[in-house]
């Protein structure tokens, strides 16, 4: 089927066969042809050197290419390295026990695997991690510890069943640990669960040979515990890393991202950047390297980090700004869940620049003053709020959403006046319906006037009503002047009317005039298909303002959420420069008095 000019599979299909094309030109890697030698002799000699230093050359590349990656991860967060050298400290100190001679520690040293363990193990990047994951690991390990011993006496008292008892313990409580780990509310205990299961067995079997059960279950519980107050003391006294404050400054960033985004959305829809080819990274929802796509894509995709974090944070004892014994740490993942839902708004915008039907440029200047206008001021209230939050302060008493409600309300008047722009008028239904009708009565008539004709037995009577019928009856100019060409090729007149080439001729045209409508059909539908496609990318144009209105509206829920979180956590209240500026004139002319006064009681007299 060949594609017409201007309609949606043609377009489409250009599309593809461009993309197409730029991926097979930007796919070859011409490195890769075949290389003849000059001498067969020489390939078979020097093979197996070159593949050797081949792949020592890939290696080296592999390494520097490594090297360069962990040097840029250590400028990008210092804090990685300082969190590696507290690691390495506290295995310091905890591998102390194995150096003591005392017999009393000499006796735990047998055990002080477990105290190595549980500092690899509890020791978490943030303070909050450390103490959550340290207090599933001792109260794991102490509940273990409790209902091992119980078993352990059950088992002794069955005599020769012991061993059976040993085995049905293990069974079933390795069955219900597992199955009530899988309950949603104990999602955050269940490295406790699996503490609880390795202690338990580990005291039931190794009980059994050494008949030392509260020996077993004291010494682990004591160099667990030893393990986890190593790792808190360290974590906390050296360079201590907050999970609250990491949660505070991705919310922060959120509001920065989103106004970035929003922001290069407007300016390429409104300069009409277009894609010559869009990244597969971008089509597959991956990092890619477009800063207008990372922007809301990161604010998208930190809900998993977010939760982790207010996870962590409300383990974390009161600390410097955040004073408070429960803090709300909820409240700002609600607060970045109210931005997320407008930058999924974000999104689409970016979606309409993407899209394979665009809207023409003229028409996209007629609103670019309100389109600006609009995008500018729902940035400057997202950084606003992200600097809110960032200083913790209080909103003030003017509306911060005035501003953008007031371009929002004039881009939708400007919409309203040229509503015109996103339609095309020539298929309005206003207008056209009468004609239709008429149009469709008039074919009925005349069809059924041809049915009538068909009785007739006089073939001169046929020719003459044919012919004043076509006259009257038919609104079509090329019908009438087919009929008119038809009477003057085959001769009807009155007198010879009776003559049987002239009634054969006569007889035709209703044939003619179906094979005319048909064609008339088949041109109106190209016509409609590539005027349809005109429409959608003027439509585009329509749904990009829309979404721009409806991320306005969106707005007032970050607001809300705001407000929400500003008072549970107490925000101070936002400072007036005027008054600021008074009380610094006062206190400085104040300071001044002094000073002047102190220099002539030290002048001598």
């Known amino acids: 089927m060949v594609r017409k000019l201007n309609s949606f599979?043609?377009?489409?299909?250009?599309?593809?066969?461009?993309?197409?094309?730029?991926?097979?030109?930007?796919?070859?890697?011409?490195?890769?042809?075949?290389?003849?030698?000059?001498?067969?002799?020489?390939?078979?000699?020097?093979?197996?050197?070159?593949?050797?230093?081949e792949k020592f050359s890939e290696l080296w590349k592999d390494w520097k290419r490594v090297s360069v990656q962990?040097?840029?991860?250590?400028?990008?967060?210092p804090r990685k390295i300082i969190f590696s050298a507290k690691m390495g400290l506290a295995?310091?100190?905890?591998?102390?026990?194995?150096?003591?001679k005392e017999p009393a520690v000499k006796e735990l040293g047998k055990y002080c695997v477990w105290a190595i363990l549980t500092v690899v193990v509890v020791f978490e990047f943030s303070i909050g991690a450390t103490l959550s994951k340290g207090f599933n690991r001792g109260l794991g390990t102490l509940s273990a510890g409790g209902l091992a011993l119980a078993m352990a006496e059950l088992s002794q008292l069955a005599g020769d069943w012991e061993e059976v008892v040993i085995v049905i313990g293990i069974f079933m409580t390795g069955f219900f640990i597992t199955y009530a780990k899988q309950y949603p509310a104990m999602k955050p205990y269940e490295y406790g669960f699996r503490v609880?299961?390795?202690?338990?067995?580990?005291?039931?079997?190794?009980?059994?040979?050494?008949?030392?059960?509260?020996?077993t279950a004291v010494s682990r519980f004591l160099l667990i515990a030893l393990?986890?107050?190593?790792?808190?003391?360290?974590?906390?006294?050296?360079y201590p890393i907050w999970a609250g404050e990491d949660l505070h400054n991705l919310v922060t960033k959120n509001f920065i991202n989103i106004a970035t985004s929003l922001?290069?959305?407007?300016?390429?829809?409104?300069?009409?950047?277009?894609?010559?080819?869009?990244?597969?990274?971008?089509?597959?929802?991956?990092?890619?390297?477009d800063p207008v796509y990372n922007g809301y894509r990161s604010a998208v995709e930190s809900i998993s980090q977010e939760e982790a974090l207010e996870a962590f944070a409300v383990w974390e004892p009161p600390h410097g700004p955040y004073k408070m014994i429960k803090y709300p740490w909820k409240n700002y993942v609600k607060v970045s869940g109210a931005l997320r839902y407008c930058a999924f708004m974000v999104m689409a915008l970016h979606g309409c620049i993407l899209s394979e039907i665009q809207a023409p440029a003229e028409r996209r200047q007629v609103f670019r003053n309100e389109l600006q206008r609009v995008g500018t001021a729902s940035a400057k209230v997202l950084r606003e709020l992200g600097e809110k939050v960032k200083k913790m302060e209080k909103l003030g008493s003017v509306d911060i959403l005035y501003e953008v409600h007031e371009a929002a309300e004039e881009l939708q008047k400007k919409v309203d006046r040229k509503s015109y722009l996103f339609v095309n008028a020539e298929n309005w239904e206003i207008g056209t319906r009468a004609m239709v009708v008429d149009i469709s009565q008039e074919l009925g008539?005349?069809?059924?006037?041809?049915?009538?004709?068909q009785h007739h037995r006089s073939q001169s009577e046929r020719v003459i009503n044919i012919d004043s019928i076509l006259a009257s009856k038919s609104c079509d100019n090329r019908t009438c002047n087919l009929a008119s060409n038809n009477n003057q090729t085959t001769g009807v007149t009155p007198e010879n009317t009776v003559e049987k080439p002239k009634f054969r001729t006569t007889h035709s045209l209703p044939k003619d005039n179906d094979a005319l409508r048909e064609v008339e059909a088949g041109e109106d539908e190209e016509e409609e298909e590539s005027k349809t496609y005109e429409s959608s990318s003027a439509l585009s144009l329509a749904t990009f303002t829309s979404l721009l209105i409806e991320f306005v509206a969106r707005l007032q829920n970050v607001v809300d959420s705001f407000e929400e979180l500003s008072e549970k956590a107490k925000f101070k209240d936002p400072m007036d420069l005027s008054d600021a500026s008074q009380?610094?004139?006062?206190?400085?002319?104040?300071?001044?008095?002094?000073?002047?006064?102190?220099?002539?009681?030290?002048?001598?007299?």
Not at 27 to 40: C, I, K, N, Q
Not at 196 to 215: K, P, W
Not at 265 to 284: A, G, Q, W
Not at 445 to 453: A, I, N, V, W
């Open 263 to 289: 922001e290069g959305c407007i300016s390429e829809y409104l300069d009409c950047v277009e894609y010559k080819r869009i990244p597969s990274k971008i089509l597959t929802y991956q990092v890619a390297d």
């Open 9 to 53: 599979r043609k377009s489409f299909e250009d599309k593809r066969v461009r993309e197409r094309l730029l991926s097979l030109c930007n796919g070859v890697d011409y490195t890769e042809l075949p290389r003849f030698p000059h001498s067969l002799d020489y390939q078979e000699t020097s093979g197996c050197c070159s593949s050797f230093r």
């Open 196 to 215: 609880f299961l390795i202690t338990y067995c580990f005291i039931m079997v190794s009980g059994y040979h050494t008949r030392e059960f509260i020996e």
């Open 583 to 605: 009380k610094v004139g006062l206190w400085s002319r104040f300071r001044g008095c002094i000073k002047f006064w102190k220099r002539e009681s030290s002048l001598p007299v």
């Open 227 to 238: 393990g986890a107050s190593i790792s808190l003391a360290v974590n906390i006294c050296v």
């Open 91 to 100: 295995l310091i100190l905890i591998s102390l026990l194995i150096f003591f």
């Open 70 to 77: 962990a040097m840029e991860m250590g400028r990008a967060d």
């Open 445 to 453: 008539s005349m069809d059924e006037d041809r049915s009538l004709l």
